[in-house]
């Protein structure tokens, strides 16, 4: 299932607790995280690559334009204006305060089906290929050394790849990463050995 | 909003989020009509501080709070203990004991037992490393922090070793415990074969998701209070070196 995260920054409460609840009622989509200030917002936002941003025009204007000119946010942006009181333009899409549910569902739809004709997935928690080779193997019982055996790979690279998929998944034991192995269609538990993990 | 004034009553009534946290503030029931901070003022609970979790526990966000009462860091510590408390020795036993039953069923093939009891073990083994790392670790550092607070001149020794630790690294080496349950919640729904005691699974599942909600709750208080709440003071005490 993909989900694409929206990240929503309003300075008032009642505007962004009202873009949350209409982007709640859509499929597919999960209000990340909502921001009411632009310096916590800033960090944030180069972290998570994937997810498109509702701004309002003021923070958009206050703010960090230069982020904006550098591309990667230029294409899942979408403006909050309020009584269409702006004339910063540049291109963005925009959601008016005064516009209705259906209109502004339609225009975040329309974002969201440009966004994921690529790899619609979040990099930040989603296995790479090679990485979900690994958590296989660590299922089906082998030792670090015997999988760097497997794959060619040197026993430290092994141990870097180990290290990053506990980051994205919050999962470390060889037991956690075997049931996400399975709930996640890598391993059958046929193809487990029959000896305790 | 949970408010001084409102009757502690209702605001339970109309809030069952707020259940897990009387236990534990050591609050006890029968409120009649008392309001919010007779409550807390009689369970000896500083009624800024109830009323900044209570708050958090109702908004789901994970926002960091602005204007956070100021309330005492060590009752906030009393707090994170008691909640560990409570996780160690209800919340998890719970958990155990229907993983327990589930290990009796006789549809398991022994690799999925194997599955389910190196699963469980292992993640009861990270979970408690996980409290007492914070136990251990975090909590002295925050009790520590506040007493700093406290005098003209903060010891030059601890100022130092707060340009090493700070809560901002707590919050990044701080893993999220929920999310090895769900992944257990859907072992169960879609991978297991069908049993026949119906009941049981539905148990466990109920129960792991009452632990899973709590410990997202729990998680976006620590984001949303504790952590804006130590590096605010973590702030006053490095800006009380420079004077």
Redo the contacts between chains.
């Keep these: 299932m993909n989900r694409t995260g929206i990240i929503v920054a309003a300075e008032s409460y009642l505007l962004r607790k009202g873009v949350v609840s209409i982007l709640n009622r859509m499929p597919g989509v999960t209000v990340v995280?909502?921001?009411?200030a632009l310096p916590?917002l800033e960090k944030f936002i180069q972290t998570r690559k994937r997810d498109l941003l509702v701004i309002t025009y003021t923070l958009f204007d206050k703010s960090f334009k230069s982020l904006f000119n550098e591309g990667d946010l230029q294409d899942r942006t979408i403006i909050l204006t309020h009584k269409q009181e702006w004339e910063g333009g540049s291109g963005f899409p925009t959601i008016d305060s005064e516009d209705g549910k259906g209109l502004i569902m339609n225009k975040i739809q329309a974002l969201l089906d440009a966004q994921t004709q690529g790899p619609g997935e979040d990099p930040l928690f989603t296995l790479s290929p090679r990485e979900k080779t690994i958590v296989r193997l660590v299922s089906l019982g082998y030792t670090n050394k015997q999988i760097a055996g497997e794959l060619f790979l040197s026993a430290h690279t092994v141990i870097t790849h180990r290290k990053n998929i506990g980051h994205k998944?919050?999962?470390?034991?060889?037991?956690?990463l075997?049931?996400?192995a399975?709930?996640n269609n890598i391993i059958t538990?046929?193809e487990?050995s029959?000896?305790?993990? | 909003m949970i408010s001084r004034e409102l009757a502690m009553c209702r605001a339970v009534l109309e809030n069952n989020r707020l259940l897990p946290l009387f236990a534990r503030f050591n609050i006890q029931l029968g409120f009649g009509e008392k309001s919010v901070e007779e409550v807390c003022r009689i369970n000896e609970v500083d009624p800024d501080f109830f009323m900044e979790i209570a708050n958090a526990y109702l908004e789901e966000?994970?926002?960091?709070r602005?204007d956070l009462a100021h309330f005492p860091l060590k009752s906030m510590v009393k707090y994170l203990r008691a909640t560990h408390a409570y996780y160690l020795e209800v919340a998890l036993p719970q958990v155990e004991l229907l993983i327990a039953q589930l290990l009796n069923q006789p549809e398991l093939?022994?690799?999925?037992l194997?599955?389910l009891?190196?699963?469980f073990?292992?993640?009861k083994?990270?979970f408690m490393q996980h409290i007492f790392q914070e136990e251990n670790e975090v909590l002295p550092y925050i009790l520590e922090l506040e007493k700093q607070s406290l005098p003209d001149r903060p010891d030059p020794e601890f100022l130092s070793s707060l340009k090493v630790y700070s809560i901002s690294k707590f919050e990044q080496e701080h893993?999220?415990l929920e999310?090895?349950l769900e992944?257990?919640s859907?072992?169960i729904i879609?991978?297991l074969p069908p049993l026949k005691n119906q009941e049981l699974c539905l148990r466990v599942l109920a129960e792991l998701s009452d632990l899973v909600k709590d410990l997202v709750d729990h998680a976006n208080m620590e984001d949303k209070v504790l952590i804006p709440r130590v590096s605010e003071l973590e702030q006053e005490v490095l800006s009380g070196e420079k004077d």
């Design positions: 995280r909502e921001f009411e916590a998944l919050g999962i470390k034991s060889v037991s956690g075997t049931v996400y399975i709930v538990i046929e487990l029959s000896n305790p993990v | 966000d994970d926002i960091p602005e093939s022994k690799k999925e194997n599955l009891s190196g699963f073990d292992d993640y083994k990270e893993d999220r999310y090895s992944n257990l859907r072992l879609k991978y």
